[in-house]
């Protein structure tokens, strides 16, 4: 695992200065792809992130064309001092800081997928998102362990973990990666799997980006032709009566169900369609990997409290991509999250209390997702995340579109998380929004490793993640 600068790297970018300005010209040179500077076109659109919050002003953007590029956008960043930020959508992007000695490393042209639905694998590029790979892989009958929203990357979603629809069923999507192409500083673009690097195949599934770039990802497809899913809506004055239901159902289902308790408040945007627009509702959503008639008798108790709308029924695993209704373009907002060891009814009248009728919470949405299952299952070849630390997991959202609006939508997600707080088991990476020390997302016998392993591959933290894990110091 060298991460040393060679003298063909040297050759390669001969007259750049160490010091000072970096020699654009001898990148431009260098790579097939693009390679932007403030000012130039296409700057802004390339700078920005889904998260319209916030601003990144990175020294460079560069969008390679292939893994090749990549290698020699991280060459050139050793060289002149500079680190690289790999990013695709920017969903996760506030808690990476100041940019200002940082490539932008745009994954956005490696979007190829490729489906073989005869071993049931799909090799998808960094730049595909989820939409371009679940309703692809539904029309040949597969599913992937996507999340709640098609717009983010495979990559960056599955390097975090990847919890989606079918997680307590089939567990986080790291776990299910058969292989992954990366490029770390100072290397060729090369192939980790159970056999090669087994600690960096190790450490990529549920680390975060913090091992390299990857600019390709393996994972495994599963057969399945449709699921019982949908969305059981109730007035919101009814919160109360209805989360503290689910509570208590969640208790009895399968592992087939992962479902979602959660308090709606549409914002009055024209996108939304009009009976959702501007109205609060507490739901229930749910995806069965069975049948309709299992299905419908496991959702009864829920169902008998009488929704005013309905929407479960038999769907191609294409047809679940949007039942959790994440914004499809890009927005103002801020996030917070925390997973719980459990959740009791008390738990349940705190939460409705701080986000419920009544509240005056300004959130978008405040909900809790049924962990469990084999989420909680550690099996033999998992990744550095081999389990969720706990059987819920909170997450809020608040729409801040001025600067006003931050304060009051801080304030909600903070009353938030501290009415689950007695029950806080850790945080889930891909979930953290703000900057923490990444210590506190993993336990302290694996954070020591993936330590170890970024030392191994990036000793002088060339690579810039979301949540830096760091470079281990000599014999720690
Ligand atoms: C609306 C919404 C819904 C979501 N739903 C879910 C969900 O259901 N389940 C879930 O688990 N998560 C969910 N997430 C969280 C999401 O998975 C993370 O934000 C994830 O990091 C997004 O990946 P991205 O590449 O699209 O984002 P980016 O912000 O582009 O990337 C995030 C980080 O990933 C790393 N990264 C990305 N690409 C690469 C690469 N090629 N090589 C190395 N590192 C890379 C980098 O460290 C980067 O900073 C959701 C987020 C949002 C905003």
Request: with cysteine; net charge negative.
């Amino acid at each position: 695992m060298s991460s040393t600068v060679s003298d063909s790297d040297a050759e390669l970018f001969a007259g750049l200065t160490l010091t000072g300005e970096p020699e654009v010209a001898a990148l431009r040179a260098a790579v097939r792809g693009v390679v932007l500077e403030p000012g130039d076109p296409g700057w802004d659109a390339a700078r920005g992130a889904f998260n319209l919050v916030i601003d990144q002003r990175p020294r460079l953007i560069a969008i390679p064309a292939d893994a090749a590029d990549v290698a020699a956008v991280l060459r050139f960043a050793d060289l002149s001092g500079l680190r690289v930020a790999p990013q695709r959508t920017g969903h996760n992007a506030a808690p990476l800081g100041s940019l200002d000695r940082t490539i932008l490393l745009r994954t956005d042209a490696l979007r190829e997928v490729r489906i073989d639905a005869s071993r049931r694998r799909a090799l998808v590029g960094a730049g595909a998102k989820w939409a371009d790979v679940v309703p692809r892989a539904s029309e040949l009958g597969l599913a992937a362990l996507h999340g709640s929203t098609p717009d983010v990357s495979v990559v960056g979603y599955t390097l975090g973990g990847g919890l989606g629809w079918y997680a307590r069923a089939l567990g986080l999507a790291c776990n299910s990666v058969t292989g992954i192409q990366v490029v770390t500083p100072g290397a060729e673009p090369r192939w980790v799997d159970p056999d090669v690097e087994p600690e960096l195949f190790w450490a990529l599934r549920g680390g975060g980006g913090n091992f390299g770039v990857v600019t390709a990802i393996e994972f495994v497809l599963y057969p399945v032709a449709e699921v019982y899913a949908g969305v059981l809506f109730f007035p919101w004055e009814r919160s109360s009566e209805v989360l503290h239901a689910w509570e208590r159902w969640t208790r009895t289902v399968p592992d087939e169900m992962t479902s979602v308790g959660r308090i709606l408040q549409f914002p009055p945007f024209e996108e939304i369609p009009e009976p959702l627009r501007g109205k609060s509702f507490v739901l229930v959503e749910g995806v069965f990997l069975g049948d309709e008639e299992a299905g419908a008798r496991l959702i009864e108790p829920l169902r008998a409290l009488g929704p005013v709308l309905d929407t479960f029924a038999m769907v191609a695993p294409a047809g679940i991509a949007e039942l959790h209704m994440d914004p499809p373009t890009p927005s103002p907002y801020q996030g917070e999250s925390q997973v719980l060891a459990d959740l009791t009814p008390e738990a349940v009248d705190r939460f409705v209390a701080a986000t419920g009728p009544g509240s005056g919470s300004p959130l978008v949405s405040a909900e809790i997702r049924h962990l469990g299952g084999e989420l909680d299952r550690v099996r033999p070849g998992s990744g550095a995340l081999s389990r969720m630390p706990g059987s819920y997991i909170f997450f809020g959202v608040g729409m801040t579109p001025v600067p006003e609006s931050v304060p009051p939508v801080h304030r909600a997600l903070a009353a938030a998380k501290e009415s689950l707080a007695e029950l806080a088991s850790g945080q889930y990476l891909n979930f953290v929004e703000t900057a923490v020390d990444a210590a506190e997302l993993f336990p302290a016998d694996a954070y020591a490793r993936l330590r170890a392993v970024r030392a191994g591959v990036d000793p002088r933290g060339v690579v810039k993640a979301n949540h830096e894990i760091r470079v281990a110091e000599a014999g720690n």
